[in-house]
């Protein structure tokens, strides 16, 4: 099935600082999703992006959806512990109804 | 807390059993998908269904099938229980296909 490539696999980095993350695919994609899991939890929705350009923001949570249809982008600014977990991204191509999910990116975040 | 309703939350089987996980759609959602998350894996796209009505189906054998009930309402059965299946098995609604997805909690499934 298609393949999602989810980088960095997983960051540390201190409280207070701006986090970045990405997701890019072979296949264009019409739906870009960002999600939150915590441990013993089910991934929360954070941001959902609908068109190439486009720019939503989630509070300190901002997402892109890359101009090409073939990536997209997640930034966390000024991170604070809470922002631990596993973060996800997940594409809908075009042809089909399914959400193709990425491996993940772990942030640890250190007080 | 999610809106989404996975029972049980935790099941022990052995190899050989056969299982049926429940999940309760956000109300209104009449979309529901079905996915096995693993270390190795990541989240493993089973099925979703519409309506009553199986739409998509990943690449799994047999052995994993669905259904959803006209309440919207979806179990999915695993028979014939393998070690590998051991893993969280988490459902999703929307309110239709093309919609972003709610997830529940899961199933933790293990098999000894």
């Known amino acids: 099935g298609q393949q999602l490539n989810q980088s960095p696999q997983s960051m540390f980095i201190q409280e207070g600082e701006d986090v970045s993350m990405n997701c890019t695919s072979s296949s264009i994609f019409n739906t870009w999703l960002w999600y939150k899991q915590e441990p013993g939890e089910g991934p929360v929705l954070l941001i959902a992006l609908y068109k190439a350009g486009e720019l939503t923001s989630n509070g300190r949570l901002t997402a892109q959806f890359g101009i090409t249809r073939k990536d997209s982008f997640l930034n966390i600014s000024a991170s604070i512990p809470s922002d631990v977990g596993i973060y996800f991204c997940a594409g809908q191509a075009d042809t089909g109804n399914q959400f193709y999910f990425g491996t993940g990116t772990s942030l640890t975040v250190i007080p | ?112």
Request: proline fraction near 5%; charge should be positive; hydrophobic fraction near 25%.
């Open chain 2, 1 to 112: 807390k999610a809106g989404v309703t996975q029972t049980p939350r935790y099941l022990i089987k052995t190899r050989g059993q056969q299982v049926t996980l429940s999940c309760s759609p956000i109300s209104g959602h009449r979309s529901v998908s079905w996915y096995q998350q693993t270390p190795g894996q990541g989240l493993q796209f089973l099925f979703e269904y519409f309506s009553e009505t199986q739409r998509n189906k990943g690449n799994f054998p047999g052995r994993f099938s669905g259904r959803q009930f006209s309440n919207s309402r979806s179990e999915m059965n695993v028979s014939t229980l393998e070690l590998g299946d051991s893993a969280l098995y988490l459902c999703a609604s929307s309110f239709g296909p093309n919609q972003p997805q709610h997830f529940g909690d899961g199933t933790r499934l293990s098999i000894l």
